[in-house]
């Protein structure tokens, strides 16, 4: 008797027949295209969904606008907020876009060979609000231009990379800027705002039209192993300004500037005092920078609503104007105290000690003369510097001195100048094994004074772990 055969158990085999040779045909495919496209690499979040910006109709040419396929792709991630997050994968190409907008618990990953340009149009740069704690732009009055990369009020958010390239093509905006043919402020490349668990690293960023990560009023904030690159001459091209934030952790990077390397920030004025959120608990490490205008770290000049504890360690400059700045000026109000540096090594600098109480910029004429900053507890150990204009610049602010002042162990090579090798006003602290030898107000306390303090303790930011990530282009 013939058997009699199962027309599901037919269906089911055909099924499977059909489904192991679209995989089959999709791996050959991804074979031959994308065999870069799955790869590993460290976060601290890993997301659950995977999509490229090619899936929602994005051209690497360099020419095509994909401000609107950006924009879709994070639209549809979006969705997977409360299920193990997305990520948008950024391949080899030239990815030319306008402003668009982060959401949470998303990554965005860009390939080595992938760059994304900002566009040139000013269309695609969207005008917003000005920032709260600076009540207007920083470049000019009213509001400002968009960043290119946004974000606010999100959590989980990672922007990073295997050292792909985010270019501003910031040259248009600079000599628009020169030539003071700016009606509002330069976007920056980054900037995420009222935000926490942020997390941006391995990544080149060129270019930007001004400053170039910014996260602010945020918390929980790593940046790490990224290079920012621009033109010495190239105008406020800060690199990296955390500004109202706190718990922020900076490592492993490389910073060519025309304007601060790091500069961290509290808000302007009276607007900065009003919305009173300081930026605190910052670690900055291993940082390498080239500046000759200007810092490797400064802290203001907009510090209105206050910086503390601030830890800074193995940093290297080259060729800077100076190493840690303090800029502040009467009307600033608000506080700069507890800062540490300890082993910095400098070559080439104007100063190597520079703190300013007369830094008068104002956003209008509100402000309040008698809000006069707080300046205390600033301790700086382990410094070598060669090749050196003035070894310190240490202007306070009369009747209201920078007090506690602490320099150990601190060897500069001062070359021949009229410049006096020290200058000292209004100040008020000890040193200790200094060379050349401090100005009075910092005079020697010997082993007493030794070392000047730096925090044992860790930031809680430091306990942050990095988890290995995977993407995957075969989609079914």
């Given amino acids: 008797m013939a058997l009699q055969r199962n027309p599901t158990t037919h269906i089911i085999r055909i099924s499977i027949l059909v489904i192991v040779g679209f995989l089959s045909l999709k791996t050959a495919e991804c074979a031959k295209e994308c065999k870069d496209e799955s790869f590993s690499y460290q976060s601290t979040k ?5 999509v490229s910006l090619t899936e929602f109709g994005g051209v690497g040419d360099g020419v095509t606008v994909n401000t609107k396929a950006f924009q879709a792709a994070i639209s549809h991630l979006s969705q997977f907020v409360s299920d193990g997050g997305g990520q948008l994968y950024v391949p080899p190409g030239k990815w030319l876009t306008g402003s668009f907008n982060l959401t949470s618990c998303f990554t965005l990953y860009l390939h080595r060979d992938a760059v ?35 974000g ?6 990672v922007i990073t990379g295997d050292n792909g390239t985010i270019d501003g093509q910031g040259a248009l905006w600079w000599d628009k800027f020169h ?32 400053w170039n990560v910014h996260p602010v009023y945020s ?8 290079t920012i ?12 300004n955390p500004d109202s934030c706190s718990n922020v952790r900076i ?5 060519v500037s025309g304007d601060d390397c790091v500069a961290i920030k509290s808000g302007w004025d009276q607007y900065g005092i009003a919305f009173g959120m300081p930026t605190q608990h910052v670690i900055i490490r291993r940082l390498t920078c080239i500046s000759p205008t200007s810092a490797v770290i400064a802290l203001g000049s907009e510090m209105s609503g206050g ?12 060729n800077s104007e100076s190493g840690v700045r303090i800029k502040t000026a009467p009307g600033r109000g608000g506080f700069v105290k507890n800062i540490y540096a300890k082993g910095m090594t400098m070559n080439t600098m104007k100063w190597v000690f520079w703190m300013t109480g007369n830094y008068g910029q104002h956003p209008d004429n509100g402000f309040d003369p008698n809000a006069i900053p707080v300046v205390k507890n600033i301790s700086y150990s382990n410094i070598v510097a060669e090749n050196v204009t003035m070894a310190g610049k240490l202007e306070g602010i009369p009747k209201a001195p920078f007090k506690d002042i602490c320099i150990s162990n601190a060897n500069m090579e001062v070359v021949k100048s009229k410049k006096p090798i020290w200058n000292c006003t209004d100040i008020q602290g000890v040193s200790h094994d200094v060379s050349p030898q401090p100005c009075s107000l910092l005079p020697d306390q010997g082993s007493e004074a030794y070392p000047c303090p730096y925090p044992t303790d860790r930031l809680p930011i430091d306990d942050v772990e990095f988890k290995e990530c995977h993407y995957d282009s075969i989609h079914l």
């Fill in 179 to 210: 030539n003071k043919q700016l009606n509002y402020t330069r976007g920056y490349l980054v900037e995420i705002m009222f935000s926490n668990e942020i997390l941006i690293s391995n990544l080149v960023f060129n270019n930007s039209p001004s």
């Fill in 307 to 318: 910086i503390q504890d601030v830890r800074a360690e193995d940093i290297y400059a080259i």
């Fill in 251 to 255: 490592e492993d990077c490389y910073i």
């Fill in 152 to 157: 606010s009020n999100l959590t989980d958010v």
């Fill in 219 to 226: 918390s929980d904030v790593i940046v790490k192993g990224i």
């Fill in 229 to 240: 690159l621009a033109p010495l001459i190239s105008p406020n091209t800060d690199g990296i």
């Fill in 46 to 50: 890993c997301r659950t969904h995977s």
């Fill in 116 to 150: 994304i340009l900002g566009s040139q149009d000013e269309a695609d740069w969207p005008l917003i609000d000005p920032l709260p704690s600076y009540g207007r732009g920083r470049d000019e009055p009213g509001g400002r231009y968009s960043s290119l990369i946004m």
